[in-house]
């Protein structure tokens, strides 16, 4: 029981002090009557990496044929392209200048032998080159405004990705570095910190031995707890992402240990417990 | 002409940095086409009063049959009980861990004889155990996503509460104590700071003789004021929620006077003013 | 294949800690079936001017017969009136303090011999005086609640605007003095910094010579940039709302030369480049 129409999800860096946000959703709502959801306008101003893990933290969980407009965009009226990209289970549309990469990552994971940028399999896009589905003027500094939203309105209309533009090949990707590692040990990144401080690490669940010691800046904790709640000062778990999370219970691991994003992690593998107590 | 549908509000500590409360409405969103509502996600990280005085003083204002989730999880993962409950205008989802006390509070004051943590009178509840209505698998540390949002989905659509899981007798209450008085004096709390500073006490406007004297850290102010605009420093009257609020005209009476939540407040009965002017 | 009902589009001071907004979204939800739009709700608490200036940079934006709500209330419990506005594309409803000032500027530029304050040609308003579309108690400090959303949801199910009240001849405007200037120059202030520090400026885009200098506290600015993206640290464009900005690629320009809303510019005609390089 779902809506009949695609919703519209917005992931941009615009803060709600200005109106910016709420104009973009008016372009959509004069133009289409669906529910628009915000995913997150905090995105650190210019921060395209930061968009890329939310919009990573957020897409699996996108209704069906949800349009994702992501908007973070420090090279809006330069020759960055705009585009609109269809996955299989909706559409993106945004500038070219990798927001889409960790997700691009997941499906290119499953495929070998595509080039660098190369469409996943499934996927479709164009450049938006057809003025006649946008605002008129069309500004230098606002696409959301004059081009993103409108476009987003057209796909929500069911207008075909072939009439936006033409047929895109590539799309622009961040280099990712993924987490290295062998012999049980394992080396990766805090790519996030969330609200509560919890430090979130591109370490995926499938990496971590059944017990283990994370180090990350001078502190160390085992894991993996089952929860938040705990005696300890710091726990280690994976997180709602599927990825290696360090928390602090009622506290922010962040401010607990000063770490921030970027930071290396190192996990290695621990005794397990449960058997006869070792000597510690 | 409201809905058909019942609306579906969202009450946490998530904050607005990360992409949790849109992939909670992802979630909702992809399984029932209705609305949803923020009442707040500023609740401070696991403060469980903050979050049960905000549902306080917007409970009587939500549409008819509204699903209201509210997620300030401490104990997420841990024996906590998850909890559907249905009260006579609208359903409560979230866990049990005290979150509903003030409108229950308002509920029980009408009774007599109840026993702490009972269901108010034409109250019901359910501890949720029918993982058949939440995603699948269940992480261990985002709740609001993999249980309470599609189980919110399920009560919009129109599923019984017997269905989402097994009867509960009582809830989880917060301790929370009353203003206490007489002869024409009483002490009660600030048991809010708002947006602009104002003081929200939790002395009701029945506590109040027709003209009084609020006496709050080293500062006195006089009641009633009408409104905010005052040339004094500080004014004192009924606020929006219907208890005693100190405010600080033009500014925030919070910085003003250094006060903050818990702060107590005693407020005694003044001479009434509008006759001869007394000697001052 | 908008909607068919008028949406509601909120503009307030009450940030979002508080559940102020959930509970008028909540009333309006309770009455109405629409899309609530939030155009912000982080104007400066008690800052009107500030509520002006984020209107008049969304209104062209708004959905047809979109039925905005501004709430920056100082006044709320005085005698300052409650006034609902038909304009050429829907209403505003609020508190008669000048915050429709920017749009009402728009209008009047367009006609000549009208007094000040009076309804632009098209517009008609009306006294909120009927208690019967309120919320019954009305409170003394929280009339978004008990007199604007109520109203808000009766224009949407087609009340019209004479049953609401009495016939409104005049608005409060706020004194907004216009950029002055000739000869090819022309002084303005900052009147909004946005959320990335861009300073955007009351200088109109018709106001600027083809290339200009701006001056700005102690520094100096050529123009037009074509965009943010730029090796100089601050760069001078029309911005999304059509006025003179000054932005710092990649960073803030009110951090970087300490600019803040009120403060002077002044530009004047620049030799235009594109020719022979000049001795610099």
Same mark, same amino acid.
């Not at 129409?5 to 008016?26: H, Q």
């Not at 004069?30 to 650190?44: E, K, N, P, W």
């Given at each position: 029981?779902? @809506? +009949?129409?695609?919703?519209?999800?917005?992931?941009?860096?615009?803060? *709600? @002090? +200005? $109106?910016?946000?709420? *104009?973009?959703?008016? *372009?959509?709502?004069?133009?289409?009557?669906?529910?628009?959801?915000?995913?997150?306008? $905090?995105? !650190?101003? !210019?921060?395209? $990496? !930061?968009? $890329?893990?939310?919009?990573?933290s957020a897409y699996k969980y996108l209704p069906e044929r949800a349009v994702t407009v992501g908007i973070v965009d420090p090279g809006v009226g330069t020759s960055r392209k705009a585009v609109a990209v269809r996955w299989p289970r909706g559409h993106f549309v945004g500038p070219d200048n990798g927001w889409m990469s960790y997700v691009i990552r997941d499906f290119r994971a499953q495929e070998s032998g595509a080039a660098a940028g190369e469409l996943p399999r499934g996927w479709e896009g164009v450049e938006l080159t057809e003025p006649r589905f946008w605002l008129d003027p069309v500004s230098d500094t606002f696409h959301g405004r004059d081009i993103f939203a409108p476009v987003a309105a057209a796909l929500v209309n069911g207008t075909s990705l072939s009439e936006l533009g033409s047929p895109l090949a590539s799309l622009t990707l961040l280099e990712i570095p993924p987490p290295t590692g062998g012999d049980g040990s394992v080396r990766g990144h805090v790519i996030h910190v969330d609200h509560f401080g919890n430090l979130i690490t591109d370490v995926p669940a499938g990496f971590l031995p059944e017990r283990y010691a994370v180090a990350i800046g001078s502190g160390t904790v085992e894991g993996p707890a089952r929860s938040y709640e705990s005696p300890d000062p710091l726990v280690a778990l994976v997180g709602s992402s599927g990825s290696l999370e360090i928390a602090a219970p009622g506290g922010s691991a962040a401010r607990l240990i000063r770490a921030a994003v970027g930071d290396p992690v190192s996990v290695t593998s621990a005794k397990k417990s449960g058997g006869t107590p070792t000597h510690e």
């Open positions: 029981m779902p @809506e +009949d129409r695609p919703i519209v999800a917005l992931l941009t860096d615009f803060g *709600v @002090e +200005d $109106a910016y946000v709420g *104009v973009m959703k008016s *372009v959509i709502a004069g133009r289409c009557a669906t529910t628009i959801l915000d995913i997150s306008h $905090a995105v !650190q101003p !210019q921060n395209i $990496a !930061q968009a $890329a893990y939310l919009l990573w």
